[in-house]
């Protein structure tokens, strides 16, 4: 009450000094006189505000099998890791094949597979990415071992006595999709050397092998297997009936060998997005009394300051206190959010963004939301999400920084109407908001 009582008496002032000058004697002065008016000051009053990464968005997505990493360069990735052990024992009775070497010598191997799973629960925490159009930049898998054998003394000398040697091969990667469906995405038939079993060795399987073509299946695990071979001559293997495996323990001295797995697999968010669907809910507590005011043009507004690669196209819906829907307040086919404009990142080599984009969304205060808003405790936002075109007609994915994020304010311009009845003789004053 305090601006409009304010001009209310600056008015009546100004209209009195008037009279004065030449008018004292106006009979009309002589009886009560009042100010009677409406006046319909405008107000800006905040709602609610709020800002987040699109780092501190996916740390609330409940992926309890994934970890966040920030790489040097900025960029985001969703890692999977784990350790996996295995104890390979090589004084049983198993018998393995033999096969040529190349030198045309016959060589018995004792082989024995390893073999794991990961989990990847990307898919099944955010649900709207398996119905979204996505593309990534990369999947990379990771994997290395560390084998150290327990062997008797002597076996140095013993290896070197039959020709022994160690290596890898038939490293094979399954992905699970989302459908249950196996598929082999990575196969290596190429023989890796193991050097130092006795002493201990790290041998790296898979060095970031790019399985990107693998998304489409929605991956929810990664399956994995190498097989170890432990080769020696044939003319020092002349006991009849007994294993590779045995042999290996017994005349060459290798019982076991432990083996240490390091499985990592990365998504670096470098990707194209198209028509993914999120919710947020905003709490709405207003800093006036909405019960108080009549409103005939106000506007509620929502202003966001876009600095990550993804438009959205928005709805937005009033609830109550039980979440309820009372009313809508966007269209979301016109309501677009702008993306952050994007260009090449000359330290990535990757489309990210430049700066944030700017959008005032208005919304007019008819009287059904009027009504909602008396009883609404939340704002429900429903946005789909859409990666800012690069205008690179091959590379159409964009990367996502760290520091990308979203700021949201909510505010209102309200023009509530207070009804004036002032007595200028005695500045008694009567009226209010209506």
């Known amino acids: 009450m305090k601006k409009p009582l304010l001009l209310a008496l600056l008015a009546g002032a100004l209209f009195t000094s008037c009279l004065k000058d030449g ?71 198993k018998k393995t094949p033999k096969s040529g070497a190349k030198d045309g010598t016959i060589v018995h191997v004792a082989r024995n597979t390893t073999q794991g799973s990961i989990a990847i629960d990307l898919f099944n925490n955010i649900g709207a990415l398996n119905d979204a159009e996505l593309e990534v930049d990369s999947l990379k898998v990771y994997f290395k071992t560390h084998l150290l054998a327990h062997a008797r003394e002597g076996a140095v000398d013993s290896m070197a006595k039959y020709h022994v040697h160690v290596y890898y091969d038939q490293l094979t990667l399954y992905v699970v999709g989302k459908d249950n469906t196996v598929q082999q995405v990575l196969a290596i038939n190429d023989s890796i050397p193991i050097d130092s079993l006795l002493a201990g060795q790290d041998v790296i399987l898979f060095n970031d092998e790019d399985i990107s073509g693998a998304v489409n299946m929605r991956p929810k695990e990664l399956r994995y297997s190498a097989r170890m071979n432990i080769a020696f001559e044939a003319a020092f293997f002349a006991s009849a009936g007994i294993s590779e495996n045995q042999f290996v323990a017994d005349s060459i001295g290798i019982t076991s060998v432990d083996v240490t797995g390091d499985i990592k697999v990365r998504f670096p968010i470098s990707a194209y997005i198209n028509d993914l669907n999120y919710d947020a809910q905003i709490d709405f507590s207003p800093s006036f009394q909405l019960g108080q005011l009549s409103i005939d043009t106000s506007m509620i507004y929502l202003e966001c300051n876009n600095s990550i690669p993804l438009s959205l196209l928005l709805r937005a819906q009033l609830l109550d206190s039980t979440d309820a829907p009372l009313c809508d307040l966007l269209d979301p086919i016109l309501t677009e959010v702008a993306g952050a404009d994007v260009a090449i990142n000359p330290v990535t080599n990757l489309y990210s963004s430049v700066g944030p984009n700017r959008t005032l969304v208005q919304i007019p205060v008819t009287a059904p939301v009027f009504d909602a808003l008396l009883k609404t405790k939340k704002i429900q936002l429903t946005a789909t999400l859409n990666t800012t075109t690069t205008g690179d007609p091959i590379r159409n994915r964009v990367a996502v920084q760290a520091s990308d994020k979203l700021d949201l304010r909510v505010w209102a311009k309200l023009t509530p109407s207070y009804n004036l009845d002032i007595d200028i003789n005695t500045g008694n004053t009567e009226g209010g908001a209506e």
């Not at 004292?24 to 009677?36: E, G, I, S």
């Not at 009053?45 to 990464?53: F, K, L, N, R």
């Not at 409940?62 to 004084?91: H, P, R």
């Open 23 to 93: 008018f004292n004697d106006f009979d009309a002065l002589k009886h009560p006189m009042t100010f009677q008016g409406t006046v319909s000051p405008t107000l800006g009053v905040p709602i609610g505000m709020g800002s987040a990464t699109l780092y501190d968005m996916l740390q609330m997505v409940q992926l309890s099998d994934a970890k966040m990493e920030v790489g040097a360069n900025g960029i985001i990735t969703i890692l999977y890791d784990t350790t996996a052990f295995w104890n390979i024992q090589l004084d049983n009775n």
